[in-house]
C-alpha cells in the first residue's frame, strides 16, 4: 500500500509540469521524511505538551497537522 501512495505522488508531480530535478530533489528531501499515522503524530505532540491540536487536511498519506503549546 505504502508503495502504491509513492507511485500515486509520483505520477501527480509528473503530470504538474515540474521538471526531472525538481522531482530528483523531492524523492531526496523524502529520504528524510518519518511517516507515521495522524493519530500517532498527535500523540507525539500531545506528549510534548500541545494542548490543541488538529488535522486540517488530509489526503492520501499526506496530511496538515497545526498544534499550539
Not at 25 to 44: F, G, H, I, Y
Request: proline share 0%.
Amino acid at each position: 500500500m505504502n508503495r502504491w501512495f509513492d507511485l500515486f505522488w509520483e505520477k501527480q508531480l509528473l503530470a504538474s509540469g515540474l521538471t526531472v530535478r525538481d522531482i530528483e530533489l523531492w524523492k531526496e528531501r523524502r529520504k528524510l521524511d518519518k511517516e507515521c499515522s495522524v493519530e500517532a503524530e498527535m500523540e507525539m505532540l500531545y506528549k510534548c505538551k500541545f494542548s490543541e491540536m488538529k488535522c486540517l487536511y488530509s489526503y492520501h498519506k499526506f496530511s496538515v497537522i497545526v498544534a499550539i503549546k
